[in-house]
């Protein structure tokens, strides 16, 4: 299995309105392969442009956040592209399609690096940020998972929040868990 990045993927369509969205890039040799589930914004958004960044976060809140439709997070120009990026990223990578591998459910962009920054230094890994991110991915599958494999990963994952959580994570989580709480009450 090749190795996957959790990264801020922003594009922009034609009219250069930008789309954020949380996803594993999939390493591709010095490139990145973006590989969105359809329908999706970031896979019109590729076919409209071929291009896009990626941006690497420690900041939980906004994996979290747009998983829980929060998706007003600051933006600045890039570089080398026209694709913004996030103003909070530590690096970011912008991207440019080579080639795509067309799929019914999730084509496969295959993505070259044109530019690398880094913005501000990696200072550590937080186990309650590595615990929001684990279960914003989660609840993207509330609707293929059953309920008791979500509710034993939420309750493993909330020990890192209960030990290790700053208020950055905390708030993060209760993001999530109120998207948890809204799913059931529905279904």
Not at 47 to 72: H, K, M, Q
Not at 80 to 93: F, G, I, M, Q, T
Not at 160 to 182: D, F, N, V, Y
Request: proline share 6%; net charge neutral.
């Amino acid at each position: 299995m090749p190795m996957i990045r959790e990264a801020i993927v922003t594009t922009i369509d034609r009219a250069g309105l930008a789309h954020l969205a949380p996803l594993g890039l999939i390493e591709d040799g010095d490139g990145w392969i973006i590989a969105p589930f359809l329908p999706s914004v970031t896979r019109d958004n590729l076919v409209a442009t071929s291009v896009a960044v990626a941006n690497y976060t420690d900041d939980a809140r906004i994996f979290a956040g747009l998983v829980t439709g929060r998706r007003d997070w600051p933006l600045v120009p890039a570089a080398k592209s026209p694709v913004p990026r996030l103003a909070e990223a530590l690096a970011h990578a912008e991207l440019s399609v080579a080639h795509v591998e067309e799929h019914a459910e999730r084509p496969r962009f295959h993505c070259k690096i044109v530019h690398k920054e880094q913005h501000a230094p990696f200072e550590g890994f937080n186990r309650a940020a590595n615990a929001v991110l684990e279960c914003a991915i989660l609840l993207t599958r509330l609707q293929l998972l059953p309920r008791d494999k979500i509710e034993r990963e939420i309750a493993y994952l909330a020990i890192a929040i209960e030990k290790t959580a700053g208020p950055r994570e905390r708030e993060a989580w209760s993001w999530l868990m109120q998207k948890r709480e809204a799913f059931y009450a529905r279904n």
